[in-house]
């Protein structure tokens, strides 16, 4: 299997950008043969940006972010943490080091459990 890379190009007049001019990159190091469970890292330069969540579940390799979930909890979030976004979840990211982070998507069809909110959960730094 071989990783691919992605990066997101912004586009003139990107309505998900409020203000800086972020740039995001990343790497798929996993995707499932049917393409609802995607595994990778993702990072993004100082900025602000508006997104909409898939269930994600992912921990801050390095940098540090605001994320405000809109009707929900704000996470502050840095290397070690672990965090975990509900898909429909409107989210605003302030980051203010460049964030790099491990992630697990998964998309398409849910399996029915009991929802847990959206949070941040700090997880022992290894030193």
């Known amino acids: 299997m071989t990783a691919r890379q992605a ?3 912004r586009e003139e007049g990107d309505d998900r950008i409020v ?3 972020p740039e995001v990159t990343g790497r798929v190091v996993r995707e499932s043969p049917d393409g609802r469970q995607v595994r990778g890292i993702w990072q993004m330069t100082p900025g ?3 997104d909409t ?3 994600e579940v992912f921990v801050v390799l390095g940098g540090s972010a ?3 979930v809109a009707g929900g909890p704000t996470l502050k979030v840095g290397p070690g943490d672990l965090a975990v976004l509900r898909e429909g979840d409107r989210t605003t990211w302030t980051v203010h080091e460049t ?3 491990a992630f697990a998507v998964d998309l398409g ?3 029915p459990v009991v929802p847990a909110a959206p949070g ?3 997880v022992k730094r290894l030193t």
């Open 7 to 9: 990066q997101v190009v």
């Open 19 to 21: 203000s800086g001019a």
């Open 48 to 50: 602000v940006v508006t």
């Open 53 to 55: 969540e898939a269930d």
């Open 66 to 68: 605001t994320i405000e």
């Open 99 to 101: 964030l790099r982070k």
């Open 109 to 111: 069809q849910r399996i």
């Open 120 to 122: 941040v959960c700090p």
